[in-house]
């Protein structure tokens, strides 16, 4: 079939004004970037719709969870919908967030997904205490939540070594198929991931059986200052009446204690008297333990070195503060009867005063105050500059 030029002429504007509408009524091609982000708990990331050329008008943005849900309250949108922003990200703004786009061609669709990582959070059954009779079973169920998945182990309070229990793969289980006095104790539930370390703990009392002997602490962790007198109290019941006993683990007890009924007396404790202490309660059916954790804090004790120090103008002057006690310490250095140190003078973090080249007035007095949170000491240092 022959056509006119006027004819062809007319298809090919037919065809050009066909292939206009075909890219004018085209949906929009939807990109997000970047498309997964990770992030800390508490720190923020935003992530950005982008609509691909030949999709325009856009008549519709819209950011929606992946499930359909409500953004959260600290998930904002920026100028226009296209920038969505995580603000101080939680464990729940975990997952994918879904950008729509949308004009009178149709709709299109992009996907972001976010991971947001926090240290454990653990959770016991039964949180206890417990008081179980003697013989019978015993389990604590621990289970962690996590980013990156933490890892659970069990130890004894007082001990480091790792105990034997049930794993599944989201709980560590402590068991005994029977309890026994000397199962009385506190049980330490560890979770950890790279994001950090969170230990919970559950107390364990057996009580009764046989007459055979239970003893239990008024307290099992205890913090004091150094000088101070401390008291550990054990209680023991069974029958025959148990005979209790006080020792400390790894080592001897204080050489100022007294004894008395089940009552340990430790006087003017120093910061070598902290660690372990254990009650044994025995009687002729067996025996019991409890524990106390005792630690001593003491405050610092500040010293110059050296206390004294001769320069001629121009020499480096350079002093260091040492302080002994319950860290942390802070350092703090003035001049005794004036107002601020010397020009030029530099006090660092760890105690030390510097000055690259003394001058005669720089001579003085010297004064390091050594501070934590119980107390604080100070130390002098005297500078003869001499030309």
């Known amino acids: 079939m022959d056509f006119s030029p006027g004819t062809l002429i007319l298809c090919s504007l037919l065809c050009s004004a066909l292939s206009f509408c075909a890219v004018a009524g085209q949906a929009p091609v939807v990109s997000v970037e970047p498309r997964t982000a990770t992030v800390r708990q508490g720190e923020s990331v935003s992530f950005r719709c982008q609509v691909g050329s030949g999709a325009e008008p856009v008549r519709l943005m819209e950011w929606k969870r992946a499930n359909n849900q409500a953004l959260p309250e600290n998930v904002k949108l920026g100028p226009g919908g296209s920038v969505l922003t995580v603000v101080n990200a939680r464990p729940g703004n ?6 729509t786009a949308g004009n009178s061609a149709g ?3 992009a996907t972001a997904v ?8 653990v959770r016991l059954t ?7 009779r003697m013989g019978d079973p015993v389990s604590v169920e621990c289970r962690a939540t996590g980013r990156p998945r933490p890892v659970l182990t069990w130890k004894r309070q007082g001990s480091t070594l790792q105990l034997v229990t049930k794993e599944t793969n989201d709980a560590n289980t402590i068991e005994w198929p029977t309890v026994h006095p000397e199962d009385s104790g506190v049980y330490i539930c560890q979770a950890e991931n790279n994001e950090g370390v969170t230990e ?7 009580e009764g059986g046989l007459g055979a002997p239970v003893a239990s602490v008024s307290a099992t962790e205890m913090t004091v200052v150094e000088g101070q007198t401390v008291t550990f109290e054990c209680q023991a019941s069974g029958s025959p009446l148990p005979i209790v006993t006080w020792s400390k683990l790894r080592a001897p007890l204080p050489w100022k204690h007294t004894m008395v009924g089940g009552v340990l007396t430790l006087t003017s404790v120093g910061r070598q008297d902290s660690g372990q202490y254990i009650c044994n309660a025995t009687n002729i059916h067996g025996y019991s333990e409890a524990y106390t954790q005792m630690e001593v804090e003491s405050p610092p004790y500040a010293t110059c070195l050296p206390d004294q120090v001769r320069l001629q ?14 860290h942390p310490i802070q350092f703090e250095w003035s001049r005794v009867g004036r107002v601020g140190l010397p020009a030029g003078a530099e006090a660092t973090r760890d105690g030390r005063l510097f000055i690259a080249h003394v001058k005669l007035s720089d001579s003085g007095t010297y004064k390091c105050v050594a501070t934590n949170h119980i107390g604080s000491s100070e130390s002098l240092a005297k500078v003869i500059i001499k030309a």
């Not at 975990?94 to 950008?99: E, I, L, M, P, T």
């Not at 976010?114 to 959070?121: G, T």
């Not at 919970?200 to 057996?206: P, T």
């Open 126 to 132: 039964p949180t206890g205490p417990l008081r179980v």
């Open 114 to 121: 976010l991971n947001v990582k926090f240290a454990p959070k």
């Open 94 to 99: 975990q997952g994918q967030y879904r950008c």
């Open 200 to 206: 919970v703990k559950v107390e364990v009392v057996v």
């Open 313 to 326: 103008p121009g020499d480096a002057l350079q002093v260091q503060c040492l302080a002994h006690g319950s």
């Open 107 to 109: 709709r299109s669709s």
